[in-house]
């Protein structure tokens, strides 16, 4: 019995020294493990040149990017102690696109390096440059002047030598330049980069430089088309005409064949409303190689043809402004009408290619039989014109007939029979 209890004893005491020392090589808990350093934060030197964007853009004009160059921040900025190029867009601009945030343009717009415009001058067609938002980049393109035979000027070929950033034109170049930042000003805004902007095109379809020097210039205008109607198209999104963008992109390749483009669009909430019609007619709302703002509309007299994608059939400016944008009586009214119709949001999207208004209802076909008396004037018509037709056609002579009332109020009560579902593909788009 002694014997035992001494055994039991023995080897309570080693059980005891045994767990003792698995304790003392035991792991610590998980959540007692350091955690990583926190990545260090930029430099008060570094963030200091970067806040004397601030006064400078104020002095050159560029107050919403001023604005937002306190809240600048950027894992690329950080590890950048280089010079900094911004191709700045106007306030107005920026302006135009109420859902597009300041800063994250301001990110967008600028490029880690010196980019002077001779160094812009001499990138390869459709060179990428890096932004200061990750992952993002800038397209930068250039439309060679024609040389005449003989000419040797350098400084002729390179005031004609015009660069676009994503399709924008650099119009008031080099307007800040001491060695630590450049500021370009630019005609308009390039529109929020997507993951694929640093995509490199195919070098065949992106450098017109390899083809021969006649189709040069004629490949360098179609990309810059091709830019523009990218950024109409996002810009369209964002505005809620996404019916019009999607028919866009369906008809890429034919809108990209024109120098530049007028689109008269109705928006999806008038289109779900009832115009049913605008989805199968959108390119007879096109005017082609025609960049019409709304300052030129106001300067159509009544009667002017525009014409659109659709051959042989036309536009008519019915109504035009009341005054002036010039006159002294003050700025125009909202007198403007196409085809009867008000334009209900005037340069909805402008760039350099692609100018697009809002209206308030389809476009109607009007009975173009008599195009001279169109052409010579609406008010010179309208004495001698016969009432305007009620069956759905009016008279181009006669642009203050009945049918302005009709065209105002809409789309037809009734939606067509056909389903929404509309191909894409129809001839109508």
Known sequence: MAISFLLLVALALLFSATSSAASAYALPPFN???????PPPQSAEEAHEVLLLAPILSNLGFQELAMAVPALSSPVL???????????????????????????????????????????????????LATASPGRCLTVTSTAPHRRSGDNS????????????DGVEIARPELFNDGRFVIHGLLGFVAPLSPFSCVQEPRGESNPAS?????????????????????????????????????????????????????FALDDRAIFAGGHAYVTEVRFHVVPDRLLTHADLLRLPPGTLLPTLVRGQHLVVTHASAASPGSPSGPARSDLRINYVPIKVPDAVINSRVAIHG???????????????????????????????????CGASSPFGECAAAAAAGAPATPPSASFAVDFMDDGL
Not at 215 to 225: E, N, P, T, Y
Not at 234 to 244: A, D, F
Request: net charge positive; aromatic share 4%; glycine share 6%.
């Open 359 to 393: 209206v308030l209802a389809p476009f109607p076909h009007l009975h173009l039989a008599d195009l001279a008396a169109a052409e010579e004037g609406a008010r010179e018509a309208a004495a001698s014109a016969a009432p305007a037709r009620r069956s759905g056609l």
């Open 154 to 165: 350098s400084s002729s070929a390179a005031s004609a030598l015009k660069i676009f950033i």
């Open 78 to 128: 950080s590890t950048w102690s280089g010079p900094l190029t911004l191709f700045a867009p106007s306030d107005d601009s920026l302006r135009s696109c109420p859902s597009c945030s300041p800063l994250r343009l301001l990110r967008d717009h600028l490029v880690p390096g010196l980019f002077p415009l001779p160094s812009l001058s001499a990138l390869p067609f459709a060179s990428k």
């Open 211 to 263: 083809a021969d020097p006649i189709r040069a210039g004629s490949g360098a205008a179609a990309a810059v088309v091709r830019l523009m109607l990218r950024d109409a198209i996002v810009r369209l999104r964002e505005g809620g005409y996404s019916v019009l963008a999607l028919a866009m992109r369906v008809k890429n390749a034919e809108l990209s064949a024109l120098s530049n483009m007028t689109v």
């Open 32 to 38: 007692q493990s350091p955690s990583p350093p926190p």
